[in-house]
């Protein structure tokens, strides 16, 4: 079983940047594609970006040019960093580990951290 814990969201103005961590409890974070999503209030949960284990990336097409995605395998960490925030980024922030050979193997969601961004 692997824990993810979120961590960084909050309330910030339009234009502004946050930086959300996730820390997950495992020694084999290595062997897991990481992703960040989110869920606004009476919308589907959708894809931010994901890392995988060799480092590509990818992002939703309200993260280009915005949001970066990296992970830091030695502190078993994976952060998502926000720029230009609009008022429609408003949502929970969920983490995901996702095994890299299936997700059989292991697929797994944070709580979420709540990010709000307003005047």
């Known amino acids: 079983q692997v824990q993810l814990v979120e961590s960084g969201g909050g309330l910030v103005q339009p234009g502004g940047s946050l930086r959300l961590s996730c820390a997950a409890s495992?020694?084999?974070?290595?062997?897991?594609?990481m992703g960040w999503y989110r869920q606004a209030p009476g919308k589907q949960r959708e894809l931010v970006a994901t890392i995988t284990t060799r480092g590509n990336t990818n992002y939703g097409d309200s993260a280009k040019g915005r949001f970066t995605i990296s992970r830091d395998n030695a502190k078993n960490t994976v952060y998502l960093q926000m720029n230009s925030l609009k008022p429609e980024d408003t949502a929970v922030y969920l983490c995901?580990?996702?095994?890299?050979?299936?997700?059989?193997?292991?697929?797994?969601w944070g709580q979420g951290t709540q990010v709000t961004v307003s005047s």
């Open positions: 995901n580990a996702k095994h890299e050979m299936s997700s059989r193997f292991g697929d797994y």
């Open positions: 495992t020694s084999i974070f290595g062997f897991y594609n």
